[in-house]
């Protein structure tokens, strides 16, 4: 059975940083890769980062390019989003997600394994 678990999330103040982490375990064998959403109230759910899995490769969305970083530790099965330079955009329940086919990366109907969420707030 997959299961997603997040952690790390909080309140920081703008400007500050976080480090979000995905506990992963259960995945099937050969899974694609595994993405970053947020979704703030009222608002749909947006894609933040994804990482492929057998190559590495990174994709993010414009409105944290930059900012944010994603890393896939596979020994530890954990996927971490490091979060810098947060700004009043950016808060949002955060989730990590799995796919398990190649397609448009930070779509999230293309996920199949969601976690249940982590909560960050931005506020001085």
């Known amino acids: 059975q997959v299961q997603l678990v997040e952690s790390g999330g909080g309140l920081v103040q703008p400007g500050g940083s976080l480090r979000l982490s995905c506990a992963a375990s259960?995945?099937?064998?050969?899974?694609?890769?595994i993405g970053w959403f947020r979704q703030a109230p009222g608002k749909e759910r947006e894609g933040v980062a994804c990482?492929?899995?057998?190559?590495?490769?990174?994709t993010y969305a414009n409105s944290v390019k930059g900012r944010f970083t994603i890393s896939l530790d596979n020994a530890a099965n954990t996927v971490y989003l490091q979060m810098d330079s947060l700004n009043p955009e950016d808060p949002a329940v955060y989730y990590c997600?799995?796919?398990?086919?190649?397609?448009?990366?930070?779509?999230?109907?293309?996920?199949?394994?969601w976690g249940q969420g982590t909560q960050v707030t931005v506020s001085s």
């Open positions: 997600a799995m796919r398990e086919y190649s397609g448009m990366l930070l779509r999230a109907a293309e996920f199949q394994q």
């Open positions: 259960g995945f099937p064998q050969g899974y694609y890769g």
């Open positions: 990482i492929v899995r057998h190559d590495g490769y990174i």
